[in-house]
Nanobody, 125 residues
Framework: QVQLVESGGGLVQAGGSLRLSCTAS????????MGWFRQAPGKAREFVAG???????????DYTTSVKGRFTISRDDAKNTVYLQMNRLTFEDTAVYYC???????????????WGQGTQVTVSG
């Protein structure tokens, strides 16, 4: 059984930083997309960032426009873990953040088929 477990959420003041982690178990996602989505109260879940394999040990990062330059996605395949470094957080970043992984190689946001339970990120001020 595949499980994705997130950690690192919490309460932070505007302008601050948080780092989310997500570790997968039950299968390896080497060369397959792993990423992050979020859902704010009253809004639909949205893609935040993802990693797509481009060869060797290299992945391309993709970001939604609102987080470009502030968030950085990375992964450690040896640990089956994906990270999201979030800097210069704003109130609009408040949401439940979900880790996700895909069994398909395209990296399309609608093809992620494994999901974590989510971790709350609350930005105050």
């Amino acid at each position: 059984q595949v499980q994705l477990v997130e950690s690192g959420g919490g309460l932070v003041q505007a302008g601050g930083s948080l780092r989310l982690s997500c570790t997968a178990s039950g299968r390896t996602f080497n060369t397959y997309p792993m990423g992050w989505f979020r859902q704010a109260p009253g809004k639909a879940r949205e893609f935040v960032a993802g990693t797509t394999w481009i060869g060797g040990a290299t992945y391309a990062g993709d970001y939604t426009t609102s987080v470009k330059g502030r968030f950085t996605i990375s992964r450690d395949d040896a640990k089956n873990t994906v990270y999201l470094q979030m800097n210069r957080l704003t109130f609009e970043d408040t949401a439940v953040y979900y880790c996700a992984a895909s069994s398909r190689s395209t990296g399309r946001a609608d093809e992620y088929d494994y999901w974590g339970q989510g971790t709350q990120v609350t930005v105050s001020g």
